[in-house]
């Protein structure tokens, strides 16, 4: 097939999917030789009529990239010229070092990596490992991930997406997001603003597309109260969707991009309603004395996100480089709910009877401080198992010190939940994730 053919093969597969090809000359050639654009509400992929036919292919063949195309009928050569654009956008690296990519700083190497810039990288970094049998990981800043000292045998996408929009809704402010915007970029936004909703989520590491997945909460707020959509890539179908909160599956710690659906969906952007104007939230004790104790009776937004980074740098719970505890992925277990006889059980068999608890919503759960029981269970701050072991600041978060393997971290945790379950009866779920182990056990790999 000649370039005459494949050209005219191409555009009737554009026509086809309701795209018109239009090839004119351009006041100013562009880069590759055209593209796709939308005019009036209808897509066009437009084309240079002073490039080289060999060039209009190359960008009608790249423009038809961007496009599902698994129930569409190409011509061998055609579709192999599409395949061509398509992994020509992704060049993954072999054996990519991951530790430093992660706040723990442990583990192997990715079999392959890539990182995506945009949707249309998402979509062909998928469909490159899906030719060659691979699964596919996808990271984000790393802050809750433990990888195996093996590495991982996959393709590890990095999200790379960024971007901000702000719209109107009514009395709210709409806030969207990419996926790889730093997440307390875009908290420091809301504040500056004066838009409510984010402010006690400062200070966490992490990526915008990970707020949804974990429903990542602190000092009294989660994610779950200000989302609004989740655009996400379902792998499945390779379409773009967007999801409203009721098809998120939010719980405590958890979602369905978590659970439920965890291999299904690819976070591209998170848009968060927001209240401008509004007062902040101020409910949980930590904040309230930090507060009181400098005098603060009515505080802004301002104040509350200061409160925040001062507390989480106390626990060396921000990225400093300079904090001996920084390799860590801060809370390393969920605060476990029980009922409230079981609360009462665990309180007697630690006789302390002002044990720390939360209701839950509706009153028959109550929420423990998983902090308080590993301290109880005789695991102090600062305590040290070989080259891993328990922050100097914070009882809940293990450390990685200098010479640490993810084995060792492991370890650390499976001594401390099997600790805690021997002590009260509770079993402490991990809230990082591990890549590259044989296998779980109870949410812990075996090491």
């Known amino acids: ?45 437009l084309l240079d009529a002073r490039t080289p036919l060999a060039d209009r292919v190359g960008a009608l063949a790249s423009a038809l990239a961007d496009l599902d195309l698994d129930d569409v009928y190409l011509m061998p050569e055609a579709r192999d010229r599409v395949e061509a654009e398509r992994d020509a956008r992704v060049a993954p690296q072999p ?13 192997g190497p990715a079999r392959w990596y890539v990182e995506a810039r945009d949707e249309g990288a998402v979509r062909a970094a998928l469909e490159w490992a899906e030719r060659r049998g691979l699964s596919v990981r996808v990271l984000g800043g790393g802050s809750n991930l433990v990888v195996a000292d093996a590495g991982v ?25 990419a996926a790889g915007e730093p997440w307390d970029a875009v908290v420091r936004l809301a504040v500056e603003q004066g838009w409510a909703g984010l402010e006690c989520l400062s200070g966490i590491p992490g990526l915008v597309g990970a707020t949804p997945i974990q429903n990542v909460g602190a000092y009294g707020q989660e994610v779950s109260e200000t989302v609004a959509a989740v655009r996400v890539l379902d792998r499945t179908t390779r379409t773009v969707a967007t999801l409203d909160p009721s098809a998120c599956g939010f719980a405590y710690r958890d979602s369905a991009f978590k659970s439920t659906a965890s291999d299904r969906y690819v976070v591209l952007g998170v848009t968060y309603r927001l209240r401008p104007g509004g007062a902040p ?31 989480r740098r106390a626990k060396s719970m921000v990225l400093d480089p300079d904090d001996p505890n920084r390799r860590s992925c801060g809370s390393f277990f969920v605060n476990p709910v029980v009922s409230r006889a079981e609360a009462d059980r665990i309180a007697a068999a630690a006789g302390a009877p002002t044990m720390p608890r939360w209701p839950e919503p509706g009153g028959q759960r109550v929420k423990l401080a998983a902090a308080w029981l590993v301290e109880r269970a005789g695991f102090a701050r600062g305590h040290a198992d070989g080259a891993a072991g328990i922050s100097t600041r914070h009882t809940l978060a293990i450390v990685a010190r200098e010479g640490a393997r993810a084995a060792d971290v492991v370890r650390v945790a499976r001594r401390v939940r099997d600790a805690v379950r021997a002590r009260f009866g509770v079993s402490l779920a991990p809230e990082p994730v591990f890549w590259g182990f044989a296998r779980a056990d109870d949410g812990l790999p075996e090491v």
């Open 95 to 107: 054996y990519a070092p991951l530790a430093p990519l992660s706040t723990m700083g442990v583990g």
């Open 1 to 45: 097939m000649d370039d005459r053919e494949l050209f005219d093969e191409l555009a009737r597969v554009a026509t086809r999917l309701g795209i018109v090809v239009r090839v004119e000359p351009f006041e100013t050639p562009p880069a590759r030789g055209g593209g796709r654009c939308r005019v009036a509400g209808r897509e066009f992929i």
């Open 153 to 177: 045998d996959a393709l590890v996408v990095r999200m790379a997406l960024r971007g901000v929009a702000v719209r109107e809704a009514g009395a709210a402010i709409e806030l969207t997001a």
């Open 281 to 311: 939230t101020v409910r949980y004790a930590d904040v309230e004395r930090h507060l009181a104790e400098r005098g603060i009776e009515r505080p802004g937004l301002a104040d509350v996100r200061r409160a925040v980074l001062e507390i």
